[in-house]
């Protein structure tokens, strides 16, 4: 499955996004999808997943972000809110199979998207 993360850009601290994660080519029906960031300098972390309709979070958004998925529109999806500059950084989807203990490992997803730039100003 090829994936396409869209939606990031420039906010202002407590203010809102809207990322998309669609399948250019094949679907996620088969599929966990992970959204993860990296920040310049840090490692990629775990950001949130939707799977068997339950949701993960890590402990840095939890509260704040929310991840949803449309199997319809085969696109998974992340709201952030009250955003802090902290925030700043690429957001990536990803597809796997991982097991449940293995969600939050980057190196648990096999297929990455390009990354969308999120940048969140003070």
């Known amino acids: 499955v090829q994936l396409q993360a869209s939606g990031g850009g420039l906010v202002q601290a407590g203010g809102s996004l809207r990322l998309s994660c669609a399948a250019s080519?094949?679907?996620?029906?088969?599929?966990?999808v992970g959204w993860f960031r990296q920040a310049p300098g840090k490692e990629r972390e775990f950001v949130g997943t939707?799977?068997?309709?339950?949701?993960y979070y890590g402990d840095s958004v939890k509260g704040r972000f929310t991840v949803s998925r449309d199997n319809a529109k085969n696109t998974v999806n992340l709201q952030l809110s009250s955003l802090k500059p902290e925030d700043t950084a690429v957001y990536y989807c990803?597809?796997?199979?991982?097991?449940?203990?293995?969600?939050?490992?980057?190196?648990?997803?096999?297929?990455w998207g390009q990354g969308t730039q999120v940048t969140v100003s003070s």
């Open positions: 990803a597809a796997g199979r991982p097991i449940l203990s293995e969600i939050r490992r980057p190196q648990a997803y096999q297929n």
């Open positions: 939707v799977r068997s309709g339950r949701t």
């Open positions: 080519e094949g679907t996620f029906s088969s599929y966990t």
